[in-house]
């Protein structure tokens, strides 16, 4: 093979073709060259390699190919198969929305040994292509990863395929965008992230029975739903799931495991759980005017987990509320059907109303879910309480007997106010007066 530079009346910047030769017609002496180091291909800025039916690995020792400049492209135009060993790395170029690296061939394919690495500012398009990674044999060595550094787009065009055979690694603070089915080959087949953002352009893109979403790394990753529902097996790690238009994000494969994640719901993004399995929420507070439901699996709160958003349904399965602070004091809460509400001893919850099964139930004060059961055995479970947040007293005067719901029967010591499990949004009113118990921690209020 040989390198050959061309200029066409169409194309302003020189533009590096790499032809491809059969094996009928290659020169037996045919070579490769490039500028750069000893095995790295070089794209000089202001120009474009063009890869067409080009067979990369026939270079033993090609190890990388670099985009030098910020005009320097790639366009992939094979229309056969073929395996690249070599890293791309670069800023890339991006000028006039075009792409640094670019695979829009229908019938083409190639599959990624190496990781594919662009700068800020720059755009990966990969359109009407199959893009494939490997492992090792034990899938402890990773390879196939896509990294995008913040202001980086790859657009994942319709008809393109991330269908890596166990993994698909997608890192860096940058942006993936998806039009097409991911992933696409098997049931084990997931998608891995790491800080990114991915933006969806499709409907219900996780098409596989146990796809699901796995996070590498303590960077949170975005979900821009963008207006488009998507369902998935499960997660693991922290996602901030987000929509400006009402879109719904639901976790509902029956055959995936039981998993623990931290999610925050913003915009109008709604969070459905229809998954048989058990999904905890360690950590996240949503605010999004979108709303929860509960229809099937048991779906538990605990830790720092928190919904401030939209209206709360549970209509299958079971709502789990572990936490004081699950619930914002303005959350409306439904039960109904076959839902259940479950709330363990000694914790109250805050909420702004409930009903259950169409009756609504009185939360001027907190209420315990062990009353409700006696006139709704099959929706309600545990011996914590739900309401709105209360206000306590506490006075030199008062009485630890006493309710502590007004100045005239307020409680008298800190002790006995901290013992009490007060909900997220409580106020403790203490009257004037000197305290000598010592310094009091309590929270909640």
């Not at 026939?58 to 992939?76: D, E, H, M, P, V």
């Not at 755009?123 to 492992?135: C, E, P, S, T, V």
């Not at 996780?206 to 990753?221: K, S």
């Not at 013992?419 to 106020?427: L, T």
Request: with cysteine.
């Amino acid at each position: 093979m040989k390198l050959v530079k061309m200029l066409t009346s169409s194309v302003k910047a020189s533009v590096i073709a790499f032809a491809f030769f059969s094996a009928l017609s290659a020169r037996a002496n045919s070579s490769f060259d490039w500028t750069g180091e000893d095995g790295v291909v070089t794209v000089p800025d202001g120009e474009t390699a063009i890869v067409s039916n080009c067979d990369l690995t026939a270079i033993a020792n090609l190890t990388k190919i670099t985009c030098a400049g910020t005009t320097s492209r790639i366009l992939f135009r094979n229309t056969e198969p073929f395996t690249l060993n070599a890293e791309i790395d670069g800023p890339g170029g991006s000028e006039n929305g075009q792409a640094a690296i670019e695979m829009t061939a229908k019938t083409g394919k190639i599959t990624f040994a190496k990781k594919v690495y662009f700068n800020e500012g720059r755009r990966i398009i990969l359109g009407n292509a199959d893009i494939l990674g490997q492992f090792g044999a034990d899938r402890s060595s990773v390879y196939g990863s896509i990294t995008a550094l913040a202001g980086c787009t790859v657009d994942f065009q319709n008809g393109s395929k991330l269908q890596r055979e166990y993994a698909n690694r997608l890192y860096g603070s940058g942006t993936f965008k998806f039009a097409c089915k991911i992933p696409t080959t098997s049931a084990a087949h997931h998608v891995e992230v790491n800080g990114c953002t991915l933006v969806m352009c499709g409907d219900n893109l996780f098409n596989l029975t146990g796809a699901y979403v796995a996070q590498t790394g303590d960077e949170v990753c975005t979900m821009d739903l963008n207006g488009h529902s998507q369902i998935v097996g499960y997660l693991t790690g922290k996602y901030r799931m987000t929509s400006e238009t009402p879109a719904t994000f639901t976790l509902g494969d029956p055959n995936t495991a039981n998993s623990t994640c931290g999610l925050t719901f913003e915009g109008q993004a709604a969070f459905e759980h229809a998954s048989p399995k058990t999904t905890t929420l360690s950590s996240g507070v949503s605010t999004t005017a979108g709303g929860l439901s509960v229809t099937d699996g048991n779906l538990v709160f605990k830790g720092t987990a928190s919904w401030k958003g939209g209206a709360v349904s549970v209509t299958g399965g079971k709502l789990t509320l572990e936490n004081t602070i699950a619930l914002g004091s303005d959350v409306d809460v439904s039960v109904s059907g076959s839902g259940v509400l479950e709330i363990p001893a000694g914790v109250v919850c805050a909420a702004k109303s409930l009903t259950i099964n169409g009756d609504a139930i009185d939360l001027t004060e907190p209420v315990s879910l062990t009353d409700l059961a006696a006139t709704y055995p099959d929706n309600v479970s545990g011996g914590g309480a739900i309401g709105r947040p209360p206000t306590r007293y506490v006075s030199l005067a008062g009485n630890d007997g006493a309710d502590g719901k007004t100045e005239a029967t307020a409680w008298k010591t800190f002790s006995f106010a901290c013992a009490y499990s007060f909900p997220s949004g409580s106020r403790l009113i203490v009257l004037p007066g000197v305290y000598k118990e010592g310094e009091m921690t309590k929270n909640g209020i």
